[in-house]
């Protein structure tokens, strides 16, 4: 993307951000915000990191390709597993660049 | 309940004592994001830019792993406003606590709330006048608003200053390290803490492979119909889980 068109659009996320964040301090004066919303809400961040993270491990130049000679889906997996056990960022990405390097090596 | 006694000053910095601790958590977000938008490709400048303009860790992550993957400017735009919408519930948290006051005060907090900020600010609100209601007065000398400045302006001071740092950092860091990565691993980490619930498991699993059935779609717009399938999966499942839950009760009585 070219740097004025990625200007733009972090100048537009921004706005947009800032609006969401004055909208109910400063816009409008309700404050009981309906059920569906905070049900919505709960489950955009699990959709986006899903389909991001699947979109990374098995789409290249728009195209599906599951393979099992490439490395990032078995790091991806071993990350995975220790996030679940460790709940911890810093060793899911520790454990996952570690098995990205060694899958690279070995595969 | 005014405190007497207390300065505006002194709010301040509780505010700042307050936020402190989760700054260890917020620090390695920060400089991931300068180290993964310096492997998409973004200017330091803009980079660093971004972290004032949109100041939300998870959306600036997301921003990059799609500015990675090569999606247009609309995918991207359209997922980062669908993940902060959240934000709108945290204003109408706090708006009956800061809504006395005047407009220059609630333009500059607003700009301020973010997760982390809004999380230590409001368990102080909540503790300190709990007999809040919407039209109420707020009590003479209240200064709360003085102590969410504090917790947000610490908050703002990491995440620029973190950033600054990834931005160095990265620049450092080879391309073939395949550091871009760690932008996706951490992804999977957030996620393995966020799905406790089936209902947002059923909404990740639908978003996943709705990213893979949607990818030949162009500028990685199938990104965006991926995760509003995962979000129609999610309030179904929501939904049937309501109903067997009454269901449940029912066949017990």
């Known amino acids: 993307m070219s740097t004025p068109a990625l200007i733009g659009l972090l100048l537009a996320v921004g706005i947009v951000t800032y609006l969401y964040r004055y909208s109910m301090i400063g816009l409008f004066a309700s404050r009981s915000l309906p059920g569906w919303l905070h049900a919505l809400c709960r489950h955009i961040a699990p959709a986006?990191?899903?389909?991001?993270?699947?979109?990374?491990?098995?789409?290249?130049?728009?195209?599906?390709?599951?393979?099992?000679?490439?490395?990032?889906?078995?790091?991806?997996?071993?990350?995975?597993?220790v996030a679940w056990r460790t709940r911890s960022v810093l060793a899911t990405i520790g454990a996952g660049m570690a098995a990205l390097y060694l899958f690279k090596f070995l595969l | 309940m005014a405190h007497p006694g207390r300065t505006k000053r002194g709010e301040f910095l509780a505010g700042c004592r307050d936020e402190a601790p989760l700054q260890l958590g917020v620090l390695p977000f920060g400089m991931l994001y300068g180290i993964g938008a310096l492997a998409a490709g973004m200017p330091a400048w803009l980079a660093q830019l971004a972290s004032a303009i949109v100041f939300a860790g998870a959306a600036q992550l997301v921003i990059v792993q799609m500015l990675t993957a090569a999606a247009g400017a609309l995918p991207i735009g359209l997922t980062a406003s669908l993940l902060n919408l959240r934000h709108v519930l945290y204003s109408a948290s706090v708006a009956d606590y800061v809504r006395h006051l005047p407009r220059r005060w609630r333009l500059l907090l607003a700009y301020l709330l973010t997760d982390e900020a809004y999380a230590v600010a409001i368990l102080r609100y909540q503790s300190t006048r709990p007999d809040?209601?919407?039209?109420?007065?707020?009590?003479?000398?209240?200064?709360?608003?003085?102590?969410?400045?504090?917790?947000?302006?610490?908050?703002?001071?990491?995440?620029?200053?973190?950033?600054?740092?990834?931005?160095?950092?990265?620049?450092?860091?080879?391309?073939?390290?395949?550091?871009?990565?760690?932008?996706?691993?951490?992804?999977?980490?957030?996620?393995?803490?966020?799905?406790?619930?089936?209902?947002?498991?059923?909404?990740?699993?639908?978003?996943?492979?709705?990213?893979?059935?949607?990818?030949?779609?162009?500028?990685?717009?199938?990104?965006?119909?991926?995760?509003?399938?995962?979000?129609?999966?999610?309030?179904?499942?929501?939904?049937?889980?309501?109903?067997?839950?009454?269901?449940?009760?029912?066949?017990?009585?």
């Open chain 1, 48 to 81: 986006s990191f899903a389909a991001l993270t699947a979109s990374a491990l098995f789409v290249h130049g728009g195209e599906v390709s599951i393979a099992l000679d490439a490395p990032k889906p078995w790091a991806a997996l071993i990350a995975a597993l």
């Open chain 2, 132 to 253: 809040v209601a919407d039209g109420k007065p707020a009590p003479a000398g209240d200064l709360g608003h003085w102590y969410f400045l504090g917790c947000g302006f610490t908050l703002w001071a990491c995440w620029q200053l973190s950033t600054a740092a990834g931005l160095l950092f990265g620049a450092t860091i080879p391309p073939e390290w395949d550091i871009d990565f760690a932008v996706p691993l951490t992804f999977i980490a957030l996620l393995t803490l966020l799905l406790r619930e089936r209902a947002g498991q059923a909404a990740a699993l639908a978003a996943a492979l709705g990213a893979l059935a949607f990818a030949t779609l162009p500028y990685k717009l199938g990104l965006v119909g991926a995760i509003l399938l995962g979000l129609v999966a999610g309030v179904w499942a929501s939904r049937r889980g309501e109903r067997n839950e009454e269901m449940g009760k029912e066949g017990g009585r």
